[in-house]
C-alpha cells in the first residue's frame, strides 16, 4: 500500500503560480502511475496530469497544456505539479491519486485509482 499526502494549496491570483506536493510514503512512488486530478464545486472529479508508470511518460489535460508541469522527486518519494499563468477556472481541490496496476487507457479515469489523497484548496481569485 501508498499512502498519499497534498501540500500547497492556497489562494493566488490569476497570473499566479503555485506548485502542490503529493508526498507518498510505504511504498516508492516509482511502482505507480501517480495522477493529479481536481475537483470544482457542483462538478466531476477530473483528470489534470499523470505519470504512467514503467516509461513514466507524462500527460495533461489539454487545458493545463503549457502551464502545469507534473515531476518526480524520487529521493523525497514525492510528485509535484507545478501550476502556472493561473486562472480562474483552475479553482478547486486538487487531488493525488495512484495506482500500481492501471493501464494506459485507464490514466484519466478515476475509477482506476486505488490510492487517494485528502486534497488540498487551490483557488484562483483577484
Known amino acids: 500500500q501508498v499512502q498519499l499526502v497534498e501540500s500547497g494549496g492556497g489562494l493566488v491570483q490569476p497570473g499566479g503560480s503555485l506548485t502542490l506536493s503529493c508526498a507518498a510514503s510505504?511504498?516508492?512512488?516509482?511502482?505507480?502511475?501517480v495522477a493529479w486530478f481536481r475537483q470544482a464545486p457542483g462538478n466531476e472529479r477530473e483528470f489534470v496530469a499523470a505519470?504512467?508508470?514503467?516509461?513514466?511518460?507524462?500527460h495533461y489535460v489539454d487545458s493545463v497544456k503549457g502551464r502545469f508541469t507534473i515531476s518526480r522527486d524520487n529521493a523525497k518519494n514525492t510528485v509535484h505539479l507545478r501550476m502556472t499563468s493561473l486562472k480562474q477556472e483552475d479553482t478547486g481541490v486538487y487531488y493525488c491519486?495512484?495506482?500500481?496496476?492501471?493501464?494506459?487507457?485507464?490514466?484519466?479515469?478515476?475509477?482506476?485509482?486505488?490510492?487517494w489523497g485528502q486534497g488540498t484548496q487551490v483557488t484562483v481569485s483577484s
Open positions: 491519486a495512484a495506482d500500481s496496476t492501471l493501464i494506459l487507457s485507464s490514466l484519466r479515469d478515476t475509477r482506476a485509482y486505488d490510492y
Open positions: 505519470f504512467f508508470r514503467g516509461v513514466s511518460s507524462t
Open positions: 510505504g511504498r516508492s512512488v516509482n511502482r505507480y502511475s
